[in-house]
């Protein structure tokens, strides 16, 4: 990257490094430790392969080139820390983020032009799933996206 050593206090890396070669990932976290500054923060969202759903789904669209882009991998919790330690982070948190299930956005969207009120009542329906999920004890899943934040050592 174009910038100096120590130059960021936070960098947000919004699922970039699953849409990488796994052999540039090492590289891509030395250069962002790089250019983060002594304390600064280092937060990931990455493809979580604990979904047994989006695993499933990943593997369809790689396999059927469903998708407009690269995708290489989908990473668990304990991969991400491997990745973190040995690139010189230190794991602070992990979370989940859950998303409409995908296919629920076409459902939504194909039925609001023929009815919006009913279109209204589904996206609640699945706001409400999502709410459930969400659950500290399952959500990892039942998340779309493992987000990790770590501090540079």
Same mark, same amino acid.
């Given at each position: 990257?174009?910038? &100096? ?5 936070? =960098? @947000? ?5 699953? %849409?990488?070669?796994?052999? *540039?990932? /090492? ?22 392969a604990e979904n ?20 290489? &991998? ?5 991969? =991400? @820390? ?5 690139? %010189?982070?230190?794991?602070? *948190?992990? /979370? ?52 990790? =934040?770590?501090?540079?050592?």
């Amino acid at each position: 990257m174009p910038f &100096k050593k120590n130059s960021f206090d936070i =960098i @947000i890396s919004n699922s970039t490094l699953d %849409n990488m070669p796994s052999r *540039n990932v /090492d590289k891509a976290l030395k250069e962002m430790h790089r250019v983060l500054a002594k304390s600064g923060i280092l937060l990931l969202t990455l493809d979580n392969a604990e979904n047994p759903f989006y695993s499933f789904f990943y593997f369809i669209s790689k396999k059927f080139g469903l998708v407009p882009f690269y995708q290489d &991998k989908c990473y668990k919790r304990k991969e =991400i @820390i491997k990745l973190l330690d040995r690139n %010189n982070f230190k794991l602070l *948190n992990f /979370d989940s983020l859950i998303h409409i299930i995908t296919p629920a956005n076409f459902i939504i969207k194909s039925i609001e032009h023929f009815d919006s009120n009913l279109a209204n009542h589904i996206a609640k329906f699945f706001i409400g799933l999502e709410n459930l999920l969400s659950n500290k004890h399952i959500k990892f899943k039942f998340g779309w996206f493992i987000v990790a =934040i770590a501090r540079k050592k």
